[in-house]
Antibody, heavy 122, light 107 residues
Framework: EVQLVESGGGLVQPGGSLRLSCAAS????????MSWVRQAPGKGLEWVAI????????KYVDSVKGRFTISRDNAENSLYLQMNSLRAEDTAVYYC???????????????WGQGTMVTVSS | DIQMTQSPSTLAASVGDRVTITCRAS??????LAWYQQKPGKAPNLLIY???SLESGVPSRFSGSGSGTEFTLTISSLQPDDFATYYC?????????FGQGTKVEIK
């Protein structure tokens, strides 16, 4: 079964740090771009960051550049998001998502995890 | 950045109705447009990719169309399981962006 399972969310004070993890199974993890997408309470979806299969290319939404770092360990089938200098506006459910960018039939975010909640508050 | 604008924001409909949701992009997407369904407390689920391709396992009452900057998601006959929020998303260029969502409610 194809599955993504996030962990690492929780309550953190403004200015603090948190590291999210995503464990992948059921597909060849190293063959796909992987991404993080977040959703603030009661709001819509916002793409956060993405990483290429071999980690050689990373992209971020402007609001997290310089604060968040996406990484992956293909040997462990795991995706990570290191979040530093957290702000109240980073409060959201963070989803790990598989990004299918394969040629003419790219399918965007075809597999999603269940999400992990990050709350930034004093 | 490509801005995505969905309409309407909320839609009230009855079981059996034909429902259409529109998504407009600020630039041409070259068909790289996806649609997702999200139910409360759940992760989004891919319905349509590349404007009109139906994801495996998705009922055929869902269809997508459009080109350039204007796209539509159509549900041919609304079923009880379809009451949810729907999002469009462009993947033509980074940053990847979503529409603000359309909530389909029971009339």
């Amino acid at each position: 079964e194809v599955q993504l399972v996030e962990s690492g969310g929780g309550l953190v004070q403004p200015g603090g740090s948190l590291r999210l993890s995503c464990a992948a199974s059921g597909f060849t993890f190293s063959s796909y771009w992987m991404s993080w997408v977040r959703q603030a309470p009661g709001k819509g979806l916002e793409w956060v960051a993405i990483i290429k299969q071999d980690g050689s290319e990373k992209k971020y939404v402007d609001s997290v550049k310089g604060r968040f770092t996406i990484s992956r360990d293909n040997a462990e089938n795991s995706l990570y998001l290191q979040m530093n200098s957290l702000r109240a506006e980073d409060t959201a459910v963070y989803y790990c998502a598989k990004y299918d960018a394969s040629g003419d039939w790219a399918r965007a975010f075809d597999i999603w995890g269940q999400g992990t909640m990050v709350t930034v508050s004093s | 950045d490509i801005q995505m604008t969905q309409s309407p924001s909320t839609l009230a409909a009855s079981v059996g109705d034909r429902v259409t949701i529109t998504c407009r992009a600020s630039q041409s997407l070259n068909s790289w447009l996806a649609w997702y369904q999200q139910k409360p407390g759940k992760a989004p689920n891919l319905l349509i990719y590349k404007t009109s391709s139906l994801e495996s396992g998705v009922p055929s009452r869902f269809s997508g169309s459009g080109s350039g900057t204007e796209f539509t998601l159509t549900i041919s006959s609304l079923q009880p399981d379809d009451f949810a929020t729907y999002y469009c998303q462009q993947y033509n260029s980074f940053p990847l962006t979503f529409g603000q969502g359309t909530k389909v409610e029971i009339k």
